[in-house]
Every structure is written in structure tokens, then in C-alpha cells.
T-cell receptor, first 109, second 115 residues
Framework: GQNIDQPTEMTATEGAIVQINCTYQ??????LFWYQQHAGEAPTFLSY??LDGLEEKGRFSSFLSRSKGYSYLLLKELQMKDSASYLC??????????WGAGTKLIIKP | TAGITQAPTSQILAAGRSMTLRCTQD?????MYWYRQDLGLGLRLIHY???????GKGEVPDGYSVSRANTDDFPLTLASAVPSQTSVYFC??????????????FGQGTRLTVV
């Protein structure tokens, strides 16, 4: 079966750095996405990786290793507004998105 | 800019009743999707449509039906609701059939409670 694993919850301090990991086992791979979802709201797109390596976008970076079935989302200079759930999703061989359950990130002052 | 709009935003429905969740997008995206989101689980695909006139079954299609008469609209129908269909439902769309780096854009969600 297809599986995406992420930690359920993480806690970090305002101003610090946090890394959210995602491991996947899917039938085929056509890209990996990270989304942010604030409580009670819709998911919004953060990043896309299809080749190995690091993609940097402001305070957020995303890394992919296809051989290891592994990705991480790195958030720098954490702000209180970064408190949200972070969803990892992989596009499989049928071009459908397979979603992880999400990581709830709690930012403390 | 409207983007993708769902209606209603929330609903309490008696078991056994039918209901249609509406979804409309104005981005001219060809691919549209219906997901349900339950606590502790990832988004699960119910049905999808890669282009107007075609639909397909996702991971959890039982008890749901969809239609795609045109590019903009993708309604989801529950023929006879059951309590296990209590969930938050998200409609989404993406460009280029959801290929490449085409991200999915989500509606604001419909919170459905079946009692």
C-alpha cells in the first residue's frame, strides 16, 4: 500500500528553526508537495520538489531524497503565525496526491 | 478574486437524507477533486475529474457521486447520508491535469455532521 509518515506534533520556540520530516512509500513518484493548513482553514501550497536537493523560498526550504523516500520542510526564524499543520503529499504514478496526516506545529513565545 | 468556492460552509444532516455539496472555480482549471479530512488521517480522495465530462473514483468513493458537466462546477452528492460521512469536505482544483508542479487550490471546506 501507499504510505506517508510525518510526526503528529512538534513544538518550537519563536525565532528558532524547526525541521519537519516526511517519509513516503508510494507506487511511483511524480513530485512531492508541502502545504500549510491553519486550524479551520483550507490547505495552502508551500513548496514542490521533484528532483533531489534543496528548494529555498524565503524562510521556508524543502529537501528531497528520492532514493531514501524522504523529504523535510525547514522553517527558519519562526513566527507565531507559523503555528499550523504542515501536510506532506506525494503525487503517485497515476498523478493523484497521496497525503500524510499532517504535523501540528506549536510555536511558543 | 474568488478562486474556488464551496457551499454550504457547514451543515447538519439527518441520516438517510441526501445532500449535494457545491463547488465552483473560476480559474479555468481542468482538474478538480473532492477530499474528506478526518482527525488523525490525511486528506482522502473521494472522486476526481481530470477534465469536463469525465470523472473517476478515488480512495473512498462509496456513498458519494459526482458530475462534471462543465469546467467550473463539480458537485458532490451524498445519496443517503450515514454518520460515518461526518467530516470536513474540501474541493480542490489544479491546472494541467494536476501534472508537473501544478499545485492544488482548495476551497474553504464544508463541515458536515450526519446525525
Amino acid at each position: 500500500g501507499q504510505n506517508i509518515d510525518q510526526p503528529t506534533e512538534m513544538t518550537a520556540t519563536e525565532g528558532a528553526i524547526v525541521q519537519i520530516n516526511c517519509t513516503y512509500q508510494t507506487s511511483g513518484f511524480n513530485g512531492l508537495f508541502w502545504y500549510q493548513q491553519h486550524a479551520g482553514e483550507a490547505p495552502t501550497f508551500l513548496s514542490y520538489n521533484v528532483l533531489d536537493g534543496l528548494e529555498e523560498k524565503g524562510r521556508f526550504s524543502s529537501f528531497l531524497s528520492r532514493s531514501k523516500g524522504y523529504s523535510y520542510l525547514l522553517l527558519k526564524e519562526l513566527q507565531m503565525k507559523d503555528s499550523a499543520s504542515y501536510l506532506c503529499a506525494v503525487r503517485d504514478s497515476n498523478y493523484q496526491l497521496i497525503w500524510g496526516a499532517g504535523t501540528k506545529l506549536i510555536i511558543k513565545p | 478574486t474568488a478562486g474556488i468556492t464551496q457551499a454550504p460552509t457547514s451543515q447538519i444532516l439527518a441520516a438517510g437524507r441526501s445532500m449535494t455539496l457545491r463547488c465552483t472555480q473560476d480559474m479555468r482549471h481542468n482538474a478538480m477533486y473532492w477530499y474528506r479530512q478526518d482527525l488523525g488521517l490525511g486528506l482522502r480522495l473521494i472522486h476526481y475529474s481530470n477534465t469536463a465530462g469525465t470523472t473517476g473514483k478515488g480512495e473512498v468513493p462509496d456513498g458519494y457521486s459526482v458530475s462534471r458537466a462543465n469546467t467550473d462546477d463539480f458537485p458532490l452528492t451524498l445519496a443517503s447520508a450515514v454518520p460515518s460521512q461526518t467530516s470536513v469536505y474540501f474541493c480542490a482544483s489544479s491546472d494541467r491535469g494536476g501534472q508537473g508542479d501544478a499545485e492544488a487550490f482548495f476551497g474553504q471546506g464544508t463541515r458536515l455532521t450526519v446525525v
